[in-house]
Nanobody, 118 residues
Framework: VQLQASGGGLVQAGGSLRLSCAASERPPNMQGVGWFRQVAGKDRELLAT????????LHLDSVKGRFAISKDTARNTVYLQMNGLKPEDTAVYYC????????????WGQGTLVTVSS
């Protein structure tokens, strides 16, 4: 499985971006997709997850109300809509896929840079 993350760029504070995570395939054992971000020198932070089998979405408190995860099943794509962006949202954003029965994410996209200017 290959994941292709895209949609990053430069945006002013208060603006919006939509990130895409396209999977080359969606095998039956793929449980879901998560969006993460990482600032240089800091740990990777989980932002939101989507479960393919239940259709449920989870957003972490740090982005709840501003970011929203969604999916396009036909395109094997999961999106992260980001609104009300702040300079502190500047980071490299990654998507990753989780398999049933595994506690860690098995597949990772290459990352897409989001820069929010003040």
């Amino acid at each position: 499985v290959q994941l292709q993350a895209s949609g990053g760029g430069l945006v002013q504070a208060g603006g919006s971006l939509r990130l895409s995570c396209a999977a080359s395939e969606r095998p039956p054992n793929m449980q879901g997709v998560g969006w993460f971000r990482q600032v240089a020198g800091k740990d990777r932070e989980l932002l939101a997850t989507f479960s393919w089998n239940t259709g449920s979405a989870l957003h972490l408190d740090s982005v709840k109300g501003r970011f929203a995860i969604s999916k396009d099943t036909a395109r094997n794509t999961v999106y992260l809509q980001m609104n009300g962006l702040k300079p502190e949202d500047t980071a490299v954003y990654y998507c990753a896929a989780k398999l049933f029965g595994r506690s860690t994410y098995a597949y990772w996209g290459q990352g897409t840079l989001v820069t929010v200017s003040s």
